[in-house]
Each structure stands twice: as structure tokens, then as C-alpha cells.
């Protein structure tokens, strides 16, 4: 592919780019597709399943579309609500007949209990559609084991993972790729991408980076004095002058259907000017806009802006947000290295060290600061974590510890017994590296960050947790108290939180909405029970609680082995606006919340248990 390509992409054999959409593979799709949804549906109180006995359970549809339809399935109901379901054992029925298993016809069917409207729901179903769409190909590929990938590196397990999300049911929705965009972006397409640069006048644009780099000394890293020379010419040769531009790298499907499009007045009046493509390859990342250099590791991550509709936004970067990014990564790297416990504990941090973004100046007068219009053209370099790893260490993202086989098997089952630690002490080892921090972070500077799967880099040493690298840094962090101190150029990341809801950022964004999975995942394969797994968080806790007395008072105020805390849930979110879940000016006062869990720590309280 070059940037003169008649086509964003080479187009397949169309016969050949839908193979994997056969009868047997969309089955298995709809199945998997349908426990999840039965599963995170019940566990949100959206549907309310009926106990038929034997471990048996039945969900009935209502309203149009859905008058007599029942869902049976067996499930074991766990920790946290969680819905443990035998995917096999779903079935549909109306009237005493059994029907065959349709995604589109279960939306339709529970569309009231579920909240859909007449706006949202054909959208919602083409997310679904794509989703399904994506876990047909992956079920088409070669089947590797998850103890196979268990000892894959680092950007196989990236790149083999079955599974997005754990909590959305529509978490791959892409919209806007076509299927030869897919087959050449989606990261378990695995195919290599070089990106498309483009020169932007800095009158319209601007560059920012932390205190130890510099434009000039990272373009240079980044793409080499040939390719800097090569796009200087391309300037000179329109008659412009390099040293009126900045230089961007671009996700090629954003140049092919966005800038040379939407932006078609900045091209023409050469605001904008292309200059091709990269030497690097790179692979996409399951966050599906950010790129690893596959040339050369310890390059930078690339992250681009992406107008495609995935998960609940539109994946755009706003030029205005990714100034002060930097600035934010340089503010948390030094409170890292200063703060004794978090240093103990391993935690990295991998900066995002330099943003660029382009200002168009039509958009931007004619929309407020959080329209997609505005987050077309930026771009940002995170650091690579390859450099910092010690003989004998390699890189897992946190999500596939999550990652099942077609068969079951489970990827962090394997770790386990690859490691030779006892189930527990692995564990131990684990939320010693992953948790510790959160919580220090929390009760220490009352600082949340977003610790999902994809956002959280895990250091394996002998296949056991040796320490956990965060991203993800300036779009994620929060710190939640009005009376922290912050620089000017970090108070983006406070947000007024109301106190009640400040401990949710471990107990939902952790405990429910990942540890609830594993240890679902563990105790299904007989690795470790639920109660010895839970019994392993607390002690955790207890560890951290213990080693920072100085903090007591803060424990009080915020007690993580409190009986309950409140349900907070994300499909609700997505299901009422899959175009932009959250209010992003009001993260908070966006949340769903839904009666309570019972916390799981809680019967393991120092004293109590």
C-alpha cells in the first residue's frame, strides 16, 4: 500500500474476505454472544432470571416482538451477581416450540427490558452484527490453545485474544470499517500497518511534549533522517516550506475517509499536505487505534485519531485534550517516583510523552469542545515498555488473563500452572502488583485511574506477575478531591466526585467489572474456589492496609470491606447512548446505578473474618 494507492487498502477477494462467515461459525458466534448477554443483562437487572430448578434458569421477552418468548439456560450464580452460564445449554422457546438462537431477534424481543429505542436500536443491532462478525474470524483462524498463548509473546497474546470487554456485550462494534478495513486493521487480523503522515501548518496546529524530549529529537527517533528528508522534499516540491509545518502520523482509514474528505479545504488549500507512509510497521492494539512498533519495539506506541464508532464514542483524539497530555504524564511519572510504596510495588508508568493536533478552524466555530468534528487529526506517542524489561521478563496485556479457548481453557489457569505457584500465591503475587497501586493511589492522593484489561501492562517473570506497567494516562486519571493541589497545566484530571461514590473507582472499575471475571474463570476451572479467591483480594488489602498506618483515617472514610456498594452499570450506558455513553464534562452524574452488591472482601474484614 502507498499513499497513491487508488484504495485505503487492497481490496480482498470478496468471496475470500467473508469466509469466515459460515453457518457454523455464526452459531457458535450467536451462542457465545447470547450467554454474555444474558450473563452482564441479569448481572445489570435488566432481565431478571426465574429459577426452573436444577440449576436451570429461564428469562421470558415482552412487550412487541418479544409476547411468550422464554430463554432457558444453566448457570451457577456467583460472587458480585455474576452469571455463570453454560453456553451449550441456551435455548429459545415460544408456545412449547424450541426455536433456533437469533442476536438480532433477542434484542428485538427484550428491546423494552433492555431500554432500547426506536433511535438507538438499529445502531446497537449494527454493533452486534460487527461483533458477531469479528468472533466468527477468530473462530475461523488456526485454534491455538490457551496454553499455547500462555507462553506466546508479547504481541501474540495481544493479537490471539478472543474477547474484548468483559462487561459490553457490543465490544466490537467498528463501525465504519468496511470488511477489507477490517481484515487490514483489526488487531486479530494481526496484519501489519504502516501509518500515512501528513504535514499540518502549525498556524492551526500545536505540538506539546514532557520536559525530556523535544520535536525535533523525536521525530528523529521516530522516523529516521531518510523519511524526515524524503517528506521535507515533498514540501519543497509543492513549493512550501517545512518549517511551516508539524508532522502527523495518520491511521490510514482516517486519511482514505475522513481528512481527504471531511477536511478536503485544508488539502486543497494545502493546510494539510501528505506525504506517505512511515518505514515501521506496526500492529493495532486491542484499543484499535493505537499501533506497536513490530520494526522496532522500542519505538514509541503511535495513537491516531480513528471517526469510527466503537464501544460507546467515537474514537477521535481532540487536538485542544492532547495538549496538556504530556504535562499530565509528566505530573504522575514524578508523583511514581517519588512515593515510596508505589515504587515498591513495580508500578511503571509509561508516559505519553509528545501530542500533536490540528485545529480546523470551520469545526471548530461551529461546534462545542466535545463534537467529534474536533477530533479528527492529532495524534500522540506513548512510551514502549520493551526497553524497561530485566533478562527472563516478558509482556502480557492485563485482559488476557481473561482470554478462554474455543475449548475452555483459560489463559491465566495456564500462567498458574506454568509457574508453579500455588493458585493463591500467584494470585497474591498478582494484586500485589495490579491492586496495591490502585489502592495507594486512592487512599494516598484520592487518585482513580480507568485499570481495565487493555489499560493495564502486566510483567510476567516465570510466568507469575513480577509488576504491572499502567497507560492510558491523561485521557483515564482522575483525581477526585476539589481541595488537591494540582499544577494549572494537570487540573484538566480533577473531577468533583460526590464521597460516596469515590470508592466505586476500585470497587466497580476493579473488583465488578474485572476481578469478578477471573475469578468467575478460576473457580469454573476448578483452579481455586470463590471463597479462596476473595479471601486472597482481602488479604491483599489487609497487606496494603497494614503497611500504611499514617492512613487509617482514610480507611475509615472510605471502608473497601463495607457490606455493599452501589451497582454501577455499563451496558445500561451503552444501551441508552451508544454514541457517546458518558457526558464527558460529567463523568460521574452520567453513571447508572442500580441497587447493590454484596462485597464480596467484606465476610474477610480484619476482625470479622
Known amino acids: 500500500m502507498t ?33 454474555k448477554a444474558l450473563s452482564e443483562f441479569s448481572h445489570e437487572r435488566l432481565l431478571v432470571p426465574v429459577e426452573l430448578g436444577g440449576g436451570r434458569y429461564a428469562v421470558t ?104 470487554h468483559p462487561c459490553f456485550v457490543a465490544n466490537n462494534g467498528r463501525l465504519g470499517f468496511g470488511i477489507h478495513e477490517y481484515l487490514a486493521y483489526a488487531p486479530e487480523t494481526a496484519a501489519p500497518v504502516r501509518l500515512l503522515w501528513v504535514a499540518a501548518h502549525r498556524d492551526h496546529t500545536t505540538f506539546t511534549c514532557s520536559a525530556d524530549t523535544d520535536y525535533d529529537t523525536l521525530l528523529r527517533a521516530e522516523l529516521g533522517r531518510a523519511a524526515l528528508d524524503r517528506f521535507d522534499s515533498v514540501l519543497r516540491g509543492q513549493g512550501l516550506d517545512p518549517a511551516d509545518y508539524l508532522l502527523v502520523p495518520v491511521h490510514p482509514w482516517q486519511w482514505w475517509n475522513k481528512l481527504a474528505v471531511t477536511f478536503s479545504a485544508e488539502v486543497a488549500q494545502r493546510r494539510i499536505v501528505l506525504l506517505g507512509e512511515g518505514e515501521d510497521e506496526y500492529l493495532a492494539q486491542q484499543s484499535i487505534r493505537t499501533f506497536f512498533n513490530t520494526s522496532d519495539p522500542g519505538k514509541h506506541y503511535v495513537k491516531t485519531a480513528l471517526s469510527v464508532l466503537n464501544m460507546g464514542f467515537m474514537r477521535g483524539l481532540s487536538a485542544a485534550y492532547m495538549e496538556a497530555t504530556p504535562a499530565i504524564n509528566d505530573w504522575l511519572a514524578e508523583l511514581v517516583a517519588k512515593d515510596p510504596v508505589l515504587r515498591a510495588t513495580g508500578l511503571e508508568i509509561i508516559r505519553e510523552r509528545a501530542a500533536v493536533g490540528y485545529r480546523h478552524p470551520g469545526y471548530e466555530a461551529a461546534t462545542d469542545r466535545y463534537s467529534p468534528y474536533r477530533k479528527m487529526l492529532a ?74 484489561g487493555e489499560n493495564v501492562i502486566l510483567v510476567l517473570e516465570d510466568d507469575a506477575v513480577a509488576r504491572a506497567v499502567f497507560k492510558d494516562i491523561a485521557e483515564e486519571i482522575v483525581v477526585m478531591d476539589p481541595g488537591v493541589e494540582l499544577p494549572p497545566e494537570v487540573e484538566r484530571i480533577r473531577a468533583e466526585t460526590p464521597e460516596d461514590m469515590r470508592l466505586l473507582a476500585i470497587l466497580t472499575d476493579v473488583f465488578d467489572c474485572f476481578l469478578r471475571h477471573l475469578g468467575a474463570i478460576l473457580a469454573d476451572r476448578g483452579v481455586l474456589t470463590e471463597d479462596a479467591f476473595w479471601r486472597t483480594v482481602a488479604e491483599a488489602v489487609i497487606r496494603y492496609r497494614e503497611s500504611v498506618p499514617e492512613l487509617a483515617e482514610r480507611f475509615e472514610r472510605y471502608d473497601i470491606f463495607a457490606e455493599e ?30 441497587g447493590s452488591l454484596k462485597n464480596p472482601i467484606a465476610p474477610y474484614a480484619p476482625g470479622r473474618a
Open 3 to 35: 499513499a497513491a494507492s487508488p484504495h485505503a487498502v487492497p481490496h480482498p477477494d470478496p468471496q475470500r474476505a467473508v469466509a469466515h462467515l459460515t453457518p457454523g461459525n455464526w452459531d457458535t458466534a450467536v451462542r457465545l454472544l447470547l450467554r
Open 61 to 164: 421477552g415482552g412487550g412487541e416482538g418479544g409476547e411468550g418468548v422464554e430463554y432457558r439456560f444453566t448457570a451457577r450464580l456467583m460472587a458480585l451477581d455474576h452469571w455463570q452460564i453454560d453456553a451449550d445449554s441456551i435455548t429459545r422457546h415460544r408456545g412449547g416450540a424450541e426455536l433456533p438462537l437469533d442476536a438480532f431477534a433477542f434484542f428485538t424481543e427484550f428491546r423494552g427490558a433492555l431500554g432500547l429505542s426506536d433511535e438507538i436500536l438499529p445502531v446497537y443491532l449494527e454493533e452486534i452484527s460487527s461483533t458477531l462478525a469479528s468472533t466468527a474470524y477468530k473462530l475461523a483462524k488456526k485454534p491455538v490453545t490457551a496454553a499455547e498463548l500462555a507462553g506466546g509473546d508479547f504481541q501474540a497474546i495481544e493479537t490471539g485474544m478472543t474477547e474484548g
Open 379 to 452: 495524534a500522540l506517542w506513548r512510551e514502549s515498555p520493551v526497553p524497561r524489561l530485566e533478562e527472563g521478563q516478558r509482556l502480557a496485556t492485563m485482559a488476557s488473563l481473561l482470554h478462554t479457548d474455543t475449548d475452555g481453557g483459560s489463559l491465566a489457569a495456564a500462567l498458574i500452572e506454568r509457574s508453579g505457584l500455588t493458585p493463591e500465591a500467584w494470585l497474591g503475587r498478582y494484586l500485589d502488583a495490579y491492586l496495591t497501586p490502585l489502592l495507594h493511589s486512592f487512599y494516598a492522593y484520592d487518585l482513580a485511574y480507568m485499570p481495565h
Open 565 to 594: 456498594f452501589a451497582l454501577s452499570c455499563l451496558n445500561r450506558l451503552q444501551l441508552r447512548d451508544n454514541r457517546q455513553m458518558v457526558d464527558l464534562a460529567d463523568p460521574s452524574g452520567a453513571l447508572q446505578l442500580v
